[in-house]
């Protein structure tokens, strides 16, 4: 059983609507929680960090983090085309800092938001 | 601009021919990671480094090396690749927490 597991779609939805992304992992010392979203032919980009249980928001984007189910979500709200992407969640057990924090990676889903 | 680089973007080789993809970074990261990413197994750490001549392996080492001669460099090296090394490869660093981690554009290797 994977670490991290993530629903690798491909997930297809109308501009404009809520998407709702998840995963859940099995690792119960995990503490940070991070979404990526790779456009295609570039590398992933921080999108959200979050750190133990609770919601964040930033714009039309939230993320939440349930660590009693061992559940995040990442919400996308008015979807917009430039939000087709691979979406990836990560964990990591530390922040790093002066240790060496090491990344868990779903296997990331793919969205596509179409006009 | 801050920024990770990777070269080169894409490489077709041969089993057996030895292959160096270059990384640098130009913000003064401690920290510079690989890794690949394949369909359906996301990505997959493969060396790590804590900062000059500290490296370490990460999830899937095998067939790779790496070395951390000055800050902003960090080449994989693999000796002798082979087709299962087929795949798309992923430099970051950042200076410490997660949240700086930046990644490069990425190398996409076929190995026939």
């Known amino acids: 059983q994977k670490e991290v597991e993530q629903d690798p779609g491909p997930l297809s939805v109308p501009e404009g609507a809520i998407v709702s992304l998840n995963c859940t992992y099995s690792?119960?010392?995990?503490?940070?929680f991070m979404w990526y979203r790779q456009y295609s032919r570039k590398g992933p980009e921080l999108l959200m960090y979050?750190?133990?249980?609770g919601n964040k928001e930033d714009g039309r984007f939230t993320a939440q983090v349930d660590k009693s189910s061992k559940y995040i979500s990442l919400f996308i709200r008015d979807s917009q085309p430039s939000d087709s992407a691979t979406y990836l969640c990560?964990?990591?057990?530390?922040?790093?800092?002066?240790?060496?924090?090491?990344?868990?990676f779903g296997q990331g889903t793919i969205l596509t938001v179409h006009p | 601009e801050a920024q990770v680089t990777q070269n080169p973007r894409y490489l077709i080789t041969v089993t057996g021919k030895k292959l160096t993809v270059t990384c640098s970074q130009n913000?003064?990261?401690?920290?510079m990671s690989w890794y690949r990413q394949d369909p359906g197994l996301g990505l997959r750490q493969i060396y790590y480094?804590?900062?000059?001549?500290?490296?370490d392996k990460g999830d899937v080492p095998e067939g790779y090396k790496v070395s951390r001669k000055e800050k902003r460099n960090f080449p994989l090296i693999l000796e002798s690749p082979s087709p299962n090394q087929t795949s798309l490869y992923f430099c970051?660093?950042?200076?410490?927490?997660?949240?700086?981690?930046?990644f490069g554009p990425g190398t996409r290797l076929l190995v026939l």
């Open positions: 690792n119960s010392a995990f503490q940070y």
């Open positions: 480094s804590m900062n000059v001549e500290v490296t």
């Open positions: 979050t750190y133990s249980s």
């Open positions: 990560a964990m990591s057990v530390n922040a790093g800092g002066t240790s060496y924090g090491k990344l868990t």
């Open positions: 970051a660093s950042r200076w410490g927490s997660q949240e700086t981690q930046y």
């Open positions: 913000m003064n990261h401690e920290y």
